[in-house]
């Protein structure tokens, strides 16, 4: 176990839908780890699809520079539709 | 033979039960072929969507005219990458794409052909443009190939904004100066038909819309969506009080739609084959851009190379 890799599982729980993630396992190799997973995280038929990759691979935001780091989102509220005012009789936009 | 046969029929009757289909699961070599096709156009014509709106970013007649017009280029750079990564779940790669957009192989919409040549033509950019966009893409939300599908979804909500502000700058252009509201008539008028343009030949010129409507590929026709848009947008002219440059436009009260006059077919096909007025313009600024680039990419690469040493 000490020297087997740490794997993320990401489930499609439906046809069409994205996978998601739901959470990671140990496994010998990428084989083992599809196996796991369907058996420690879709046993009441949660998907129809796993994804599995090394947790080594995957590269995160730092948390410590959260709120700097989403910073420039913060101030642009003209990106929402609700910004502009237009007449009520306007439909279909 | 049978095999092929039998694997059509099952994929078939999976798309009829309408069932997503995903980039693992099997699929016929010319369901890929079209979806390549129609993403990669897709994605091509977000990309040099950007030019004419572009070309007013630093003309804007104020700071937030700007950094509205700004975030809405920025979203449509964000709907290329989207779609680029769609079409490459079919195992197509990124620099084939933009291979073929540089060459002329692969097409784009031709509206971006058009010149954006006042402040009003942000307006009807985004009224109409983004407006007959939306219209297509709410229709693709629900087409069969799934990553297609899910980019849709997204690009549906980040584009509802884009269509407001448009309309926004022609309001308050028709509210203002008898000139201001002469600039909005003026873009309505060179805006109009290219608009309707977008939608594509009409039904009977166009012999792939079958294929592509048994497969859910297409979820309506040319002639559908084009007829929805006239709908949908001739009460909104009539709001801002300015005239859709069409006299055979008229309510059928009898088939609860819009009658409107024939497309300029000649012109369409004319832009499309590459002599649009700005054709030439559109793909020389998106070569340029690219090759202008690469000291970046290489960059990029070097500096890349350099920090993996350091950890190794
Ligand atoms: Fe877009
Ligand atoms: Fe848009």
Redesign the interface.
């Known amino acids: 176990m000490k020297n087997w890799p740490l794997y993320e599982v990401f489930i499609?729980s439906k046809?069409?839908?994205?996978h998601k993630h739901v959470g990671s396992l140990h496994a010998s190799d990428p084989q083992m780890a599809i196996e796991n997973a369907r058996d420690v995280y879709s046993r009441r038929m949660e998907g129809v699809?796993i994804w599995v990759v090394e947790s080594i691979h995957i590269t995160a935001s730092d948390p410590k520079e959260t709120s700097a780091f989403f910073e420039p989102a913060e101030d642009?509220v003209?990106?929402?539709?609700t910004?502009?005012?237009?007449?009520d009789?306007?439909?279909?936009? | 033979m049978m095999d092929r046969e039998l694997k059509n029929l099952e994929f078939q009757s999976r798309i009829d039960r309408d069932?997503?289909i995903?980039a693992k699961d099997w699929m016929p070599e010319e369901y890929r072929k079209t979806l390549i096709r129609q993403i990669g156009q897709h994605a091509h014509s977000e990309i040099v969507g950007m030019l004419p709106e572009g070309n007013w970013i630093t003309r804007a007649p104020s700071l937030?005219r700007k950094?509205?017009l700004l975030?809405k280029v920025q979203?449509e750079a964000g709907h290329g990458l989207y779609l680029y990564s769609a079409a490459e779940t079919l195992g197509i790669e990124r620099d084939t794409m933009i291979e073929e957009l540089h060459s002329g192989k692969a097409k784009y919409s031709s509206i971006f052909n058009y010149p954006t040549i006042s402040w009003a033509d942000m307006g009807a950019i985004g009224w109409l443009v983004d407006?007959a966009a939306i219209v297509n893409q709410v229709a693709l939300c629900r087409t069969s190939y799934?990553p297609y599908?899910?980019s849709m979804v997204k690009i549906c909500k980040?584009e509802?904004?884009h269509?407001?502000?448009g309309?926004?700058i022609m309001?308050q252009l028709c509210k203002g100066s008898s000139e201001q509201k002469a600039m909005a008539q003026d873009a309505l008028n060179r805006w109009w038909w290219p608009s309707l343009m977008m939608f594509g030949p009409s039904d009977k010129d166009s012999p792939n819309t079958a294929q592509s409507m048994a497969w859910r590929v297409k979820r309506f026709t040319n002639d559908e969506l084009r007829q929805k848009f006239v709908d949908?947008t001739v009460?909104?002219a009539e709001?801002l009080g300015i005239t859709i440059p069409d006299e055979k436009l008229k309510w059928n009260d009898e088939k609860g739609q819009y009658d409107f006059g024939e497309i300029n077919w000649e012109e369409f096909y004319s832009v499309v084959k590459g002599n649009g007025p700005c054709n030439k313009q559109r793909i020389h600024a998106r070569k340029k851009a690219h090759e202008e680039g690469q000291w970046v990419r290489d960059a990029a690469l070097a500096h890349a190379e350099k920090r993996s040493k350091k950890i190794a």
């Open positions: 499609r046809n069409g839908l994205d699809s642009k003209y990106r929402h539709p910004f502009y005012n237009l007449p009789e306007l439909e279909h936009m | 069932e997503k995903e937030r950094a509205i975030s979203d407006g799934g599908s899910r980040e509802s904004f269509q407001r502000q309309f926004e309001l949908m009460p909104q709001i």
